[in-house]
């Protein structure tokens, strides 16, 4: 994925995102990253989660734009973060990507560029309530077992990349998630409900962001 071809395009809100032309798939919706990732991750995910502290996993840690939303949304719930990415970007990117400026909440602006200059594999208390620890590893690599509340899975779509969408990796997933934990999703596809319920999951289509009828939510049992 490094060798392939990007821009940085504006979308429809306003907020940025990286667009990958040769393949035309893009980190985040056209029709607006920042509206998208706070319908499918805050709303859908991060605000149905009542323990605490609580503890996350991002699959696809991108730009950083749902770890920063997260952080602002939480307010004072503490948060321990773990994005997994196997193709990071830029900090040239990221500084690009101006999402605190966005949220109207300049004073994260720092926060978001230490997101991308903090070490991998090192765990860093970025605030008094939020802890982040980026994984350089790839989505078949994880081995956390019962550790995590809510898994953000927000890889490229199936079309680019339908491995990520496997039985077998939804079943690393569902095994990392504890006993009533969640994992969300923009995507809506039969193909992918199906294996997430092989691995065990019980899936809910809701409605989705702008610009896209449904998306997924699948939960572990109790």
Same mark, same amino acid.
């Given at each position: 994925?490094?060798?392939?071809?990007?821009?940085?395009?504006?979308?429809?809100?306003?907020?940025?995102?990286?667009?990958?032309?040769?393949?035309?798939?893009?980190?985040?919706?056209?029709?607006?990253?920042?509206?998208?990732?706070?319908?499918?991750?805050?709303?859908?995910?991060?605000?149905?989660?009542?323990?605490?502290?609580?503890?996350?996993?991002?699959?696809?840690?991108?730009?950083?734009?749902?770890?920063?939303?997260?952080?602002?949304?939480?307010?004072?719930?503490?948060?321990?973060?773990?994005?997994?990415?196997?193709?990071?970007?830029?900090?040239?990117?990221?500084?690009?990507?101006?999402?605190?400026?966005?949220?109207?909440?300049?004073?994260?602006?720092?926060?978001?560029?230490?997101?991308?200059?903090?070490?991998?594999?090192?765990?860093?208390?970025?605030?008094?309530?939020?802890?982040?620890?980026?994984?350089?590893?790839?989505?078949?690599?994880?081995?956390?077992?019962?550790?995590?509340?809510?898994?953000?899975?927000?890889?490229?779509?199936?079309?680019?990349?339908?491995?990520?969408?496997?039985?077998?990796?939804?079943?690393?997933?569902?095994?990392?998630?504890?006993?009533? @934990?969640?994992? !969300? +999703?923009?995507?809506?596809?039969?193909?992918? #409900? %199906?294996? /997430?319920?092989? &691995? @065990?999951?019980? !899936? +809910?289509?809701?409605?989705?962001?702008?610009? #896209? %009828?449904? /998306?997924?939510? &699948?939960?572990?049992? !109790?």
């Amino acid at each position: 994925m490094n060798s392939v071809r990007r821009q940085i395009v504006i979308t429809a809100d306003g907020s940025a995102t990286i667009h990958l032309p040769d393949l035309d798939e893009s980190y985040h919706s056209k029709h607006g990253a920042l509206q998208e990732a706070d319908h499918v991750f805050i709303s859908n995910g991060l605000n149905l989660v009542d323990r605490e502290p609580v503890s996350i996993l991002e699959m696809g840690f991108g730009t950083g734009l749902n770890a920063l939303l997260t952080l602002l949304r939480a307010k004072s719930r503490t948060v321990d973060y773990v994005g997994v990415e196997a193709f990071p970007v830029s900090f040239d990117e990221a500084k690009q990507m101006a999402y605190a400026s966005s949220m109207n909440a300049p004073e994260l602006e720092d926060v978001f560029l230490q997101m991308h200059q903090m070490p991998w594999n090192d765990p860093a208390q970025l605030t008094d309530h939020f802890t982040l620890e980026k994984k350089d590893i790839r989505f078949d690599e994880i081995d956390f077992v019962n550790r995590f509340d809510l898994v953000y899975f927000d890889a490229f779509g199936f079309r680019v990349q339908p491995e990520l969408w496997s039985t077998e990796i939804f079943q690393l997933l569902y095994d990392a998630l504890k006993p009533g @934990g969640l994992l !969300v +999703t923009y995507a809506a596809r039969t193909v992918i #409900k %199906r294996n /997430m319920e092989q &691995a @065990g999951f019980t !899936v +809910t289509k809701c409605p989705g962001p702008p610009g #896209k %009828r449904e /998306m997924m939510r &699948a939960s572990k049992a !109790v």
